[in-house]
Nanobody, 115 residues
Framework: VQLQASGGGLVQPGGSLRLSCTAS????????IGWFRQAPGKDHEGLSC????????YYPPSVKGRVTISRDNAWNTMYLQMNSLKPEDTGDYYC?????????WGQGTQVTVSS
């Protein structure tokens, strides 16, 4: 299994980014999936999840209303649309199942929110 996130970068506060995650070795639509953020010196923080059974989503208060998780089954790719970004959103972003599987952590993408 390989999960590779991309789409990060440097953005000003209030800006937007769309992260992508391509999967190989398993079908994203077969599992509940999520996005995670790891700030420097901290553990992975769950930012969103998409339930594969009923399509329901969950967002913690820290990002609710500012991010949207989605999935494209044809491309076996998941996305995280992030708006109204804040400096505290800075970190490395990863995709995984939800809850995360330790051996599924792949390459993350770095997001820096700064003026």
């Amino acid at each position: 299994v390989q999960l590779q996130a991309s789409g990060g970068g440097l953005v000003q506060p209030g800006g937007s980014l769309r992260l992508s995650c391509t999967a190989s070795g398993f079908t994203l639509a077969s599992k509940t999936i999520g996005w995670f953020r790891q700030a420097p010196g901290k553990d992975h923080e769950g930012l969103s999840c998409l339930n594969h059974r009923d399509g329901s989503t969950y967002y913690p208060p820290s990002v609710k209303g500012r991010v949207t998780i989605s999935r494209d089954n044809a491309w076996n790719t998941m996305y995280l649309q992030m708006n109204s970004l804040k400096p505290e959103d800075t970190g490395d972003y990863y995709c995984n199942t939800y809850p995360p599987r330790p051996n599924y952590w792949g390459q993350g993408t770095q997001v820096t929110v700064s003026s």
